[in-house]
C-alpha cells in the first residue's frame, strides 16, 4: 500500500494527502477507506498531547466517513441502474465542445453503456458520452415526431423565397407538402408554422405560375390550330382555282 504522508498543524492533521509513491496531491473524492483509517490513526499518533482529541470525535468521524461512503455507493448504484435501464431508449444528449465551448444536441438510440476510468458513458450514432451530457429521454413516438419535424425543416430550407419561384421547383415543393400531408395529427403538432406558413405561401405561388404557363399554352394552341386552318382554306382555294 501505498505511503501516507500529511502536515501536522498546531496538534491537528490536515486532511489533504499525498500518494508518495506518485508524488500526486490526491483529490478528497479519491479518499478511500483504508486511506482515511491511516489519516485517522495518524490524527491520533500526532495529536497535541495537551489538547487530547476526545474519542467521541474520533468514532464521530469514522461514521461520518462510513456514511458518506455508504450515501456514494448507493448514488453509484442507482447511477448505474438508470444507465443500463436506458438501453434501447430514445435520447437527446446536450454536447458541449470543449475547445470552442459551443454546444449542440444530438439525438439517437442508446446502443450499450460503457463504464470507463470511473465514469458511464452511452454509446450513441457510434460515439461514446458521458452520462452528464443526458439532456432528454423520449419515448418512439415523440422520437420519431421530432425527427419528421426536423426532416421537413431541412426539406423547406432548400426551397426558395417568394420572389424567386419558379415551376422548376415543382417537384420540390410538391414532395414537401406530400411529406406533411402524410404525418398524423400528433407529428404535425411539432411540425414548425414557420416553415408550414412558408411552404404554403410557396404553393400558393406555384400554382398561380402553372395556371399561368397553361393558359399560355393553351393560347399558343389555339394560335396554332388557327393558323393550320388559315393555311388550309388558302391551300384550298389555290386548289380550285388551279382546277378552273
Known amino acids: 500500500m501505498a505511503g501516507i504522508t500529511a502536515n501536522v498543524v498546531n496538534g491537528k492533521l490536515e486532511y489533504d ?19 482515511f483509517l491511516q489519516l485517522l490513526c495518524a490524527e ?30 448507493m448514488q453509484k448504484t442507482t447511477e448505474n441502474t438508470m444507465a443500463n435501464d436506458l438501453v434501447g431508449k430514445q435520447v437527446i444528449l446536450k454536447v458541449t465542445d470543449s475547445g470552442t465551448g459551443t454546444t449542440k444536441y444530438v439525438d439517437g438510440q442508446v446502443d450499450y453503456i460503457m463504464y470507463q476510468d470511473g465514469k458511464t458513458y452511452l454509446s450513441v450514432n457510434n460515439a461514446l458520452y458521458p452520462l452528464e451530457d443526458l439532456d432528454t429521454v423520449t419515448d418512439e413516438k415523440f422520437y420519431n415526431a421530432m425527427a419528421n419535424s426536423k426532416t421537413f425543416s431541412n426539406m423547406v430550407k432548400l426551397l426558395p423565397e ?16 406530400k411529406f406533411v400531408d402524410g404525418l398524423s395529427d400528433y407529428e404535425k403538432g411539432y411540425i ?23 393558359e399560355q399554352k393553351t393560347d399558343q394552341d389555339s394560335e396554332q390550330v388557327e393558323d393550320t386552318e388559315e393555311t388550309e382554306k388558302v391551300e384550298e382555294t389555290d386548289k380550285t382555282e388551279g382546277t378552273e
Open 44 to 73: 491520533m499518533q500526532y495529536q497535541d498531547p495537551l489538547e487530547p482529541t476526545n474519542n467521541t470525535d474520533y468514532v464521530a468521524q469514522l461514521a461520518t466517513f462510513s456514511q458518506l461512503e455508504a450515501t456514494l455507493g
Open 192 to 214: 414548425d408554422q414557420n416553415d408550414l406558413t412558408k411552404l404554403k405561401t410557396l404553393e400558393t405561388r406555384l400554382n398561380e405560375l402553372l395556371k399561368a404557363e397553361e
Open 162 to 177: 417568394l420572389e424567386n419561384v419558379t415551376t422548376a421547383y415543382k417537384d420540390l415543393i410538391q414532395s414537401a407538402s
Open 17 to 35: 494527502y499525498t500518494d508518495s509513491s506518485k508524488n500526486q496531491k490526491t483529490q478528497g473524492s479519491d479518499l478511500g477507506y483504508d486511506q
